[in-house]
């Protein structure tokens, strides 16, 4: 089974429409991560989270939210959807175990594929 | 801010052929550096971690290394495969954002037999 699992893998919805991305981890990880891919101008980050307490805004939040649910689960919601948040979405996890910034890996989920028309 | 550029942003070779992909950054202030590869349509899978204090890692047929001090990454494929044909991300992870990485925009490698 994979470490990182995200559901649903695609999903056409239309403008206005409140959507949730889910994410599953079963690596143990504290840390987890939301990231947005658009041609052109690959990976930008969405939310980070370092436990389930700790919920940051990343470089693009506006039209976003986020609930970590518990440490293995952490959620992207989009409130009401918008042509521009067409996208693949990625969630990945980082640092079990290891308080060595300098060794942390990133491991990232098959993504999600979402089309708002 | 960060930022992490790729050169080229595409690249096609025969079979058979070395080849170097490049990336750069602004900021030398890292934790480590990363490769990915991505398939098309496919998510990201990790190919080396450079740790600071590293100047290169090897995995087969990979080599990466990293001049901190100038800002950049290389990434050599030694005797490339129509396999080896992906999109290439390098991502710096730094004390920004939570050290959530910085990613380049890739280089996309088509390898023809």
């Known amino acids: 089974d994979a470490d990182v699992t995200q559901t649903p893998r695609n999903r056409i919805t239309k403008t206005g429409k409140r959507i949730m991305l889910e994410c599953s981890q079963t690596?143990?990880?504290?840390?987890m991560y939301w990231y947005r891919q658009d041609p052109g101008l690959g990976l930008r980050l969405i939310y980070y989270?370092?436990?389930?307490?700790?919920?940051n805004k990343g470089e693009i939040s506006d039209g976003y939210s986020v609930s970590r649910q518990a440490q293995a689960k952490f959620s992207l919601s989009l409130e009401s959807a918008i042509p521009n948040q067409t996208a693949l979405y990625f969630c990945?996890?980082?640092?079990?175990?290891?308080?060595?910034?300098?060794?942390?890996?990133?491991?990232f989920g098959p993504g999600t594929r979402l089309t708002v028309l | 801010k960060q930022e992490v550029t790729q050169i080229p942003a595409a690249l096609s070779v025969p079979e058979g052929e070395n080849l170097v992909l490049n990336c750069s950054f602004t900021?030398?202030?890292?934790?480590?550096l990363q490769w990915f590869r991505q398939d098309p349509g496919k998510g990201l899978t990790s190919l080396l971690l450079?740790?600071?204090?590293?100047r290169e890692q090897t995995s087969g047929r990979l080599n990466a290394s990293l001049d901190k001090s100038s800002g950049r990454s290389t990434l050599y494929i030694a005797a490339s495969q129509p396999g080896d044909s992906a999109t290439y991300l390098c991502?710096?992870?730094?004390?920004?954002?939570?050290?959530?990485?910085?990613f380049g925009k890739g280089t996309t490698l088509s390898v023809s037999s």
């Open positions: 990945a996890t980082s640092g079990a175990g290891s308080r060595d910034l300098s060794l942390d890996t990133q491991y």
């Open positions: 690596k143990g990880h504290d840390r």
């Open positions: 989270s370092f436990d389930v307490k700790d919920i």
């Open positions: 900021d030398s202030a890292i934790y480590n």
């Open positions: 450079i740790q600071s204090s590293q």
């Open positions: 991502a710096v992870k730094g004390n920004q954002a939570g050290t959530a990485l910085i």
